[in-house]
């Protein structure tokens, strides 16, 4: 039997949401027409966005790339060191965070989103003299990544399509190495269509905001695109827990030591696991870091 306090909120809860909606029409917060915070803070919210949204997807065309290396020689795989993984990193958080900062030293600034609830790049306030940094923003930040994204994984397909017909066995038989190229090509190409995905209607609102009249655009419409995109970093982990055994093994055992802290064991190398990075001197294959 329920107790009295949560029969309480229950009753309570549901109360102020038929209040809400019975006097919706009268409902004026401050949030539902501006930026609660000053300048300094919409300044600050919009650079940290920009500066994550450009090392995601850098992380995963690095990720791609590398990847297709990899892929080039199956059986003999070439060798990325961790040196040379830890440097790819550091050029991505350095590449991220120019881009980041061009707003401030004068190409393009940050503002308040069409519909005022958070801030980004002012797109819409962006005309003749920001033009060039919206270009050069969408060119080779959405455009570019995408094409070698796609290049990419479709370069990794062909290549496991052929190994596999080589081999002339079925899947049950096939080696350890391609049934792992294999696994992580599937997970890596979900996440990388759906960043794409969720991020090309904002790239394209945004475009249409420069070179037409961004009052033309209503709020609504400008509103679905921002938050499309902002699901990107929500279903990566639902990715790995319906394509990845072990992912979805490690989440299983994590839940059952709940509540006690302990950190879980990495399983067997053998097997798919997405979430860590292994020594090419020992296992011959990179597994990369999921930004």
């Known amino acids: 039997m329920p107790s009295p306090s949560a029969v309480l909120s229950i009753v309570g809860n549901l109360l102020v949401l038929i209040m809400a909606v019975k006097r919706s029409s009268k409902l004026k917060p401050p949030e539902f027409h501006h930026w609660l915070g000053g300048h300094a803070t919409c300044v600050y919210y919009g650079l940290a966005g920009f500066f994550f949204g450009v090392a995601s997807i850098m992380n995963l065309v690095i990720m791609a790339i590398v990847r297709f290396i990899v892929s080039l020689n199956m059986h003999s795989p070439r060798e990325v060191s961790w040196r040379n993984a830890k440097l790819l ?3 991505i958080w350095i590449y991220a ?3 980041a900062l061009l707003p401030l030293l004068g190409w393009g ?3 308040p989103e069409p519909f ?3 801030c980004t790049l002012a797109w819409g306030d962006m005309k003749e003299e920001s033009v060039s940094f919206i270009i050069s923003l969408f060119v080779f930040n959405l455009a570019l990544p ?3 994204i796609i290049c990419c994984y479709f370069g990794i397909a062909i290549k496991l399509y052929v190994t596999y017909k080589k081999l002339g066995i079925s899947y049950n038989r096939m080696p350890n190495t391609i049934k792992i190229h294999r696994r992580l090509l599937i997970i890596a190409v979900l996440i990388s269509m759906g960043f794409i995905g969720s991020w090309t209607p904002y790239g394209l609102v945004s475009l249409w905001s420069i070179f037409r009249d961004s009052r033309s655009i209503p709020p609504e419409v400008s509103l679905l695109p921002c938050m499309f995109a902002k699901t990107s970093t929500v279903y990566n982990p639902l990715i790995y827990y319906f394509f990845s055994h072990t992912f979805k093994l490690e989440v299983r055992k994590l839940c059952l030591s709940w509540p006690m802290v302990r ?3 990495l399983s067997n190398p053998a097997d798919d696991n997405p979430i860590y990075v292994r020594d090419w001197r020992l296992r011959g294959e990179l597994v990369y870091h999921p930004s």
């Open 146 to 148: 995408s094409v070698v």
């Open 116 to 118: 005022g609830l958070s």
């Open 89 to 91: 990193c550091v050029w």
């Open 263 to 265: 950190v879980c064991h």
């Open 109 to 111: 600034h940050y503002g």
């Open 97 to 99: 965070l120019l881009w």
